[in-house]
């Protein structure tokens, strides 16, 4: 994958949040070599898992 996990290891936000900092210190735009579209799909990415490992602000509300 983009975040270049593998299948099998535990994900939680923080080891999201952390691999997409190391990837942006490579790859963000404004560093030489950088990448707007690879940093595109890098924060997509995370978003995306981060957003899976939260939970959901839409919970259902408690039973009266």
Known sequence: GV???SPTQPITVDVV???RKELA???HPDVRG???SKMQAINA???FLIG???PSS???P???
């Open 3 to 5: 975040l270049g996990f």
């Open 17 to 19: 949040s952390l691999r």
């Open 25 to 27: 210190r490579r790859y």
């Open 34 to 36: 950088g990448s707007l």
């Open 45 to 47: 990415a995370a978003d």
């Open 52 to 54: 899976d490992l939260m």
């Open 58 to 60: 839409r919970a259902s």
């Open 62 to 64: 408690p039973p009266p």
